[in-house]
């Protein structure tokens, strides 16, 4: 079985429908993350968390919001889909070592479009 | 964080190394080089990581030059599925830094 999974793979919805994308990992790390990936721009970072309670913004967080129900599980929901949130998203997670850089793993990715 | 410098694209022979170059010449003292790879719109994958020596694991090798300014990730038997794009970043030991990637390396191996 993966280590991180993501649901759905694929979705397509409608400008102004409330999404929720989901986030599942066995690899008992602390830090998860939400990342899109579109055409031309590499990945960027929507929103992070260094554990349950610990949940920060990342450098295009506006138009989405995220839950972390559990070590284990990080959701992310857009509030009204708009086209322009049309895109890869990746889920990630590490453990947090004391004096080397993360190492991130990433999940399949989940395809939305926003009609 | 220091940049990186990869060739485009590359091709490899199946079966033979994969010999993929990266530029790191402003790579501080404190900064960990990283390889990437994404199969087309899958997750991206992560190969090895290393400072100053060289590593390898179960996927490749990386080489590391003594001055730090440039590495090379080997694929020692390139197969069909190692096609992909693969990405070189630099990362610093401390702190928290989110995965950026450049424009990689697209690796075609050819049958």
């Known amino acids: 079985d993966a280590d991180v999974t993501q649901t759905p793979r694929n979705r397509i919805t409608k400008t102004g429908k409330r999404i929720m994308l989901e986030c599942s990992q066995t690899?008992?790390?602390?830090?998860m993350y939400w990342y899109r990936q579109d055409p031309g721009l590499g990945l960027r970072l929507i929103y992070y968390s260094f554990d349950v309670k610990d949940i920060n913004k990342g450098e295009i967080s506006d138009g989405y919001s995220v839950s972390r129900q559990a070590q284990a599980k990080f959701s992310l929901s857009l509030e009204s889909a708009i086209p322009n949130q049309t895109a890869l998203y990746f889920c990630a997670t590490s453990d947090s070592p004391d004096r080397v850089p993360d190492t991130q793993y990433f999940g399949p990715g989940t395809r939305l479009t926003v009609l | 964080d220091a940049k990186t410098t990869q060739p485009p694209s590359m091709d490899c022979a199946e079966g033979r190394a994969a010999n993929l170059p990266c530029n790191h010449s402003t790579i501080s003292g404190n900064e960990y080089v990283y390889w990437y790879r994404q199969i087309h719109s899958q997750g991206p994958q992560y190969i090895i990581h290393?400072?100053?020596n060289n590593e390898t694991n179960e996927m490749a090798s990386l080489i590391i030059t003594e001055d730090r300014k440039s590495s090379t990730l080997i694929l020692p038997h390139a197969t069909l599925r190692d096609t992909a794009v693969y990405y070189c970043?630099?990362?610093?030991?401390?702190?928290?830094?989110?995965?950026?990637f450049g424009t990689g390396t697209k690796l075609q191996v050819i049958p």
């Open positions: 970043i630099v990362r610093p030991i401390l702190g928290y830094q989110k995965v950026t």
């Open positions: 290393g400072l100053k």
């Open positions: 690899k008992g790390h602390d830090r």
